[in-house]
């Protein structure tokens, strides 16, 4: 942490005796740091956070699942992880660190400190507040308060992180958890539980009662045609965050109930629309003071509740993480050795690039 400060406040330094914004030569708002492929985006223009809204600021009142909007990129993944850790401060401090600002509480140059786990170490990530727009409009996430700017420039240090935005558009939630958390994630095929529906919804019970982070994802086949329609309010090959497990009393009995984010954010009509949805008849059969409990509401936020056989059957995988080992699959940490094997991947010879480049991969 020491040495992080010590990088952040000497650029910091720098940029006051120098004067004006940081421009970061490392990711420079260009194409570069847009696109490794050879189609280029259009009309793309690059506008400092700052320059943005005339009350800009980085973060409103701390961080919230219900800030979180995506935007053209497709890295629901890794949204989905930061709505899944979004209610544990001590984590989110760890990713982006307090006391940053846009221009409103002093001198401002234009710099923002990040931190993800990569190789079993913490890795500074510094950007500027250039931000992708077209038509004045942010191109990627962005927040659901227009002044406030945490989710933009979040997901501009991860794009650092891994060469360019494009890198980032496809992958796995267990991954972005450890990127988050520098926990150990573990994935579960729903499939495999087919005939065992009960074990595999006692063992998330048991998961947020040990305060794991739970993510969830759609298969590509959720749709005939394999693109991001929607079935029921679902999108194929999406990924989504697991925010509550619960058991749910009613006139025909007991209903297990998993409530469920979509990173999409609100005001695009994407949640389930069956049973127990947000526009299902079967609430109107329970009682205010019980829907109130389970923060039920009508509301167009990306978040829903499903009966959970429903679920079993239109989700394609569960991602359960810990903050250390889960020998046992209870969804606590448990404690456990670590023996560390570095390595490294040689151009020609073991390094074969990502699924994002299949000619290479």
């Not at 690059?46 to 009350?55: K, L, T």
């Not at 997901?155 to 267990?174: D, M, N, P, R, S």
Request: proline share 4%.
């Amino acid at each position: 942490l020491k040495y992080f400060l010590k990088k952040y406040y000497k650029l910091v330094e720098e940029l006051k005796a120098a004067g004006g914004l940081w421009e970061d030569p490392e990711f420079p708002p260009s194409v570069l740091s847009l696109t490794y492929e050879e189609e280029l985006p259009q009309d793309v223009t690059w506008i400092r956070a700052s320059e943005f809204h005339e009350r800009a600021c980085f973060m409103e009142n701390g961080v919230s699942k219900s800030d979180i909007m995506q935007g053209e990129l497709g890295d629901c993944w890794f949204w989905a992880s930061v709505a899944t850790i979004a209610h544990c401060r001590q984590l989110i401090e760890r990713v982006i660190p307090p006391g940053q600002y846009i221009s409103e509480k002093g001198p401002y140059f234009g710099v923002f400190q990040f931190r993800f786990w990569q190789f079993g170490n913490w890795v500074e990530v510094l950007v500027d507040d250039y931000l992708p727009t077209r038509n004045r409009g942010l191109i990627y996430a962005r927040s659901e308060n227009t002044n406030e700017f945490w989710p933009s420039l979040l997901e501009k240090a991860f794009a650092k992180l891994h060469g360019c935005y494009k890198a980032i558009e496809g992958g796995w939630t267990v991954d972005a958890l450890t990127d988050l958390t520098g926990g150990v994630g573990e994935m579960y095929k729903c499939c495999d539980y087919k005939d065992q529906q009960e074990e595999l919804y006692n063992q998330l019970v048991t998961a947020t009662r040990k305060h794991a982070f739970i993510a969830c994802g759609t298969g590509k086949s959720q749709v005939n045609d394999g693109s991001s329609e929607k079935q029921e309010g679902l999108i194929a090959g999406h990924a989504y965050s697991i925010t509550a497990v619960k058991k749910l009393t009613t006139p025909r009995g007991r209903v297990p109930l998993v409530q469920i984010l979509n990173p999409w954010g609100s005001g695009k009509s994407i949640e389930w629309t069956g049973d127990w949805s947000d526009v299902s008849p079967l609430w109107d059969e329970i009682p205010v003071w019980t829907r109130e409990s389970f923060g039920f509401s009508r509301k167009d936020d990306g978040e829903f509740w499903m009966r959970f056989d429903d679920f079993c059957e239109r989700f394609a995988n569960v991602t359960i993480l810990t903050l250390g080992p889960d020998f046992n699959g209870d969804g606590g940490a448990d404690t456990g050795y670590l023996q560390e094997v570095k390595g490294q991947w040689v151009t020609g010879i073991n390094a074969g690039g990502c699924r994002n480049n299949m000619a290479k991969y």
